[in-house]
């Protein structure tokens, strides 16, 4: 069975740093794809940024720059480290691994993803 635990969100202020992390089980990490996503109220789930299986970094264009996913396969954990926070990037972060066939190469489309984790909170305050 296939968990993902999300943690690390929090509130800051505009401009500060927040480092989410992602503890998977169940997956065979290292050749999973696997990323991050948010979703603000009343809007759609959106990408953030994304590892395919072969390892390859894809980030939205909004926050390309300022966020940075990492993965450490060792502990089975994913990272998002997100400096430079805007009130904007206010949202709940969900991880999300294990793509469909049917959808690849649609790295930050949430209906590629299989698997969610139960999402962690981001409020950036201005």
């Known amino acids: 069975e296939v968990q993902l635990a999300e943690s690390g969100g929090g509130s800051v202020q505009a401009g500060g740093s927040l480092t989410l992390s992602c503890a998977a089980s169940?997956?065979?990490?290292?050749?999973?794809?696997m990323g991050w996503f948010r979703q603000a109220p009343g809007q759609e789930r959106e990408g953030v940024a994304t590892?395919?299986?072969?390892?390859?970094?894809t980030y939205a264009a909004s926050v390309k720059g300022r966020f940075t996913i990492s993965k450490d396969n060792a502990e089975n954990t994913l990272f998002l480290q997100m400096n430079s926070l805007k009130p904007e990037d206010t949202a709940m972060y969900y991880c999300?691994?294990?793509?469909?066939?049917?959808?690849?190469?649609?790295?930050?489309?949430?209906?590629?993803?299989?698997?969610w984790g139960q999402g962690t909170q981001v409020t950036v305050s201005s």
């Open positions: 999300a691994a294990g793509c469909r066939a049917e959808f690849y190469g649609a790295w930050l489309y949430a209906p590629t993803y299989n698997y």
């Open positions: 590892f395919d299986s072969n390892g390859l970094a």
């Open positions: 169940g997956v065979t990490f290292s050749s999973f794809c």
